[in-house]
């Protein structure tokens, strides 16, 4: 069977056209790009002890965990590993110590938990990284989230800048000076 030149460009055309498809085929892992969902959910509860919502939005509202995942694969690759064995090893300790995930702990026992990572209280034997550095860096980017500006994925509809009662930030390039 011979191929005119024609069908050889045709058919190799298609081929390379559907390799474009395969990564949409694959399974999805979950809504966010560097979190599992089990990740994920653990990164919550940790933000919304950081800010609740009481009388006004918290975190999850804010979306702050959207910040974090953002800011994580754009702009600082380099904390994903810290995020990921942070995340896992207060799972683990939480499974060891109380039977439960962080994340299914009652708001007393995770605002316990966190107070003894910011003190530098927390056991380091099951950690795989310094329990404090990941308070910290949590905390850090917890608060940038929150109070940031939208355009960096979190602070949804300026809600921090509602609840502090200021006025949103003029664009770049639209200030305008009054005298």
Partial sequence: MTYSRREFIKTAGFFSGSLLLLPGCSSIQGKYAVFTDKEADCLIALCERIIPADDYPGATDAGVINFIDKQIRLRFPKEKELFRKGIESLRAWCRKAYNRNFEELSTDVQINTLQMMENDEMPKDN????????????????????????????????MSFRMLKMDYPLLIGQNRYRK
């Fill in 127 to 158: 950690w795989t990284v310094p329990p404090r550095d990941f308070f910290n860096k949590l905390l850090a980017r917890t608060m940038q989230g929150f109070y940031g500006s939208p355009r960096h994925g979190g602070n949804k509809d300026y």
